[in-house]
T-cell receptor, first 109, second 117 residues
Framework: GQNIDQPTEMTATEGAIVQINCTYQ??????LFWYQQHAGEAPTFLSY??LDGLEEKGRFSSFLSRSKGYSYLLLKELQMKDSASYLC??????????WGAGTKLIIKP | TAGITQAPTSQILAAGRSMTLRCTQD?????MYWYRQDLGLGLRLIHY???????GKGEVPDGYSVSRANTDDFPLTLASAVPSQTSVYFC????????????????FGPGTRLTVL
């Protein structure tokens, strides 16, 4: 079966750095996405990785290791508005997105 | 541009009744998707359409049907609602779907919160 694992919940302090991990086992791999979802809202795109390595985009970076079936999302200089759920999703061999359950990130002052 | 709109925003429905959730996009995207999102579970694909005139089944299609008469609209119908269909439903679209696209960022509508009693 196909499986995406990420922690259910994490807590971090405003101004700090947090790393949200995602491990996956899917039938094929055509890329990994990270989305942000604020409570009661729709998911919005953050990043896409298809090759190994780190992609940096402002305060957010995403890393991929295809051999390990592993990705992480790194958030720097945390702000209160970063409190949200972060969803990891893998594009499988049929180009269907397989979604993790999401990590709820709580930012404390 | 509006992007993707969904209607209604929320609905309470009696079990056994039928309902159509509406979804319209103005980005001229080929592919559209319907997901349901339940607490503790990831987004689960119900049905999808790679292009107007074609549809396909996702992970949890039972009890739902879709049609794609044109590029912009992708309605989801519950023929006879059951309480287990209580969920938040998201419609999404992407520029391409399946078969050769390696990067199909999906854009989501605001969601429909459905309660079946």
């Amino acid at each position: 079966g196909q499986n995406i694992d990420q922690p259910t919940e994490m807590t971090a302090t405003e101004g700090a750095i947090v790393q949200i991990n995602c491990t996956y086992q899917t039938s094929g791999f055509n890329g990994l996405f990270w989305y942000q979802q604020h409570a009661g809202e729709a998911p919005t795109f953050l990043s896409y990785n298809v090759l190994d390595g780190l992609e940096e985009k402002g305060r957010f970076s995403s890393f991929l290791s295809r051999s390990k079936g592993y990705s992480y999302l790194l958030l720097k200089e945390l702000q209160m508005k970063d409190s949200a759920s972060y969803l990891c999703a893998v594009l499988d061999s049929n180009y269907q997105l397989i979604w993790g359950a999401g990590t709820k990130l709580i930012i404390k002052p | 541009t509006a992007g993707i709109t969904q209607a209604p925003t929320s609905q309470i429905l009696a079990a056994g009744r039928s309902m159509t959730l509406r979804c319209t996009q103005d980005m001229r995207h080929n592919a559209m998707y319907w997901y349901r999102q339940d607490l503790g579970l990831g987004l689960r694909l119900i049905h999808y359409s790679n292009t107007a005139g074609t549809t396909g089944k996702g992970e949890v299609p039972d009890g739902y049907s879709v049609s794609r008469a044109n590029t912009d609209d992708f309605p989801l119908t519950l023929a006879s609602a059951v309480p287990s269909q209580t969920s938040v439903y998201f419609c999404a679209s992407s520029d391409e779907g399946g078969g050769g696209s390696s990067y199909n960022e999906q854009f989501f509508g605001p969601g429909t919160r459905l309660t079946v009693l």
